[in-house]
């Protein structure tokens, strides 16, 4: 498993360099990464081939992208599905306004047949509009299979919702793992911890993900210890090799 997992690059966040970001991940035991707008602005399509060739260079494989906004401006849109083309990649984590769909969804869903790209969805906790199961259910019977989920799994358990069992009602639409685990206190706050001390149950998890012949990028994102995240990673990285 340990050759298959990525890194999502917002773990280092409080690094800006992409040559020691792309070393970093190394140092965790990986070679792939999903690179967020911390490190890349996608806005920008004059920096692409710059930050596409330092992780090449570094035998580093970007994966995916993410979590990118897809709203009612395809121009826009289409740059980041730019990147993604020419970093060899086939996956992007997305997020909508609710403000702005269902215009958005046509525009990903066209983007992403041109490109051949499938879009999964962040669950992005009990707040998030997109949270729940429920309501990404409702998404998808409005949608094509080009939008699917990128499954959150901290996100998830924040949502009260179980992620394992989220993994099976979707599999198939599910096209990424955000690899999270959280501890909750008393009142009801989350703090990041690494993967499987949580309460993520992390076996069961990849039982599943093994059932449904699950093959989408696996992305490990731990937002603790920002300032030096490399050692929790490499428990995160070891925990799914055991």
């Known amino acids: 498993m340990k050759s298959d ?3 999502q690059s917002y773990c280092f966040r409080n690094f800006k360099d992409n040559s020691q970001v792309a070393q970093m991940v ?16 996608f ?3 004059s920096c692409f081939g710059e930050v596409i060739e330092t992780y090449e260079k570094a035998g580093v ?20 599905f730019e990147f993604v083309r020419k970093a060899g990649a086939s996956h992007m984590s997305v997020d909508f306004a609710i403000s702005e769909v269902p215009d958005s969804y046509r525009i990903a869903e066209k ?4 490109y051949d790209i499938n879009l999964g969805i962040h669950n992005h906790g009990g707040l998030h509009w997109l949270g729940s199961p429920a309501m990404l259910e409702n998404v998808f019977g409005q949608t094509t299979g080009r939008i699917g989920l990128s499954l959150d799994t901290a996100w ?5 919702a179980d992620p394992v069992q989220m993994a099976g009602e979707f ?15 008393s009142a009801g706050n989350h703090r990041d911890v690494v993967v499987g001390r949580g309460n993520l149950d992390l076996e069961s998890l990849m039982a599943v993900l093994r059932k449904v012949d699950f ?14 995240p490399v050692p929790a990673l490499k428990e995160c990285v070891d925990a799914l090799a055991s």
């Open 5 to 7: 997992v990525a890194i």
């Open 26 to 41: 190394r140092e965790c035991g990986c070679s792939k990464i999903e690179l967020c707008g911390v490190h890349v602005d």
């Open 43 to 45: 806005s920008d399509e």
């Open 61 to 80: 494989q970007i994966v995916s992208i993410g979590v990118e906004k897809i709203g009612k401006s395809e121009v826009e849109a289409r740059k980041r």
């Open 111 to 114: 983007l992403a047949d041109e």
């Open 156 to 160: 998830a358990l924040h949502s009260h």
């Open 171 to 185: 599999s198939q639409r599910l096209y990424l793992i955000h690899l999270k685990d959280f501890l909750f206190d």
């Open 215 to 228: 093959r989408g990028p696996v992305v490990i994102e731990y937002e603790g210890d920002a300032e030096d």
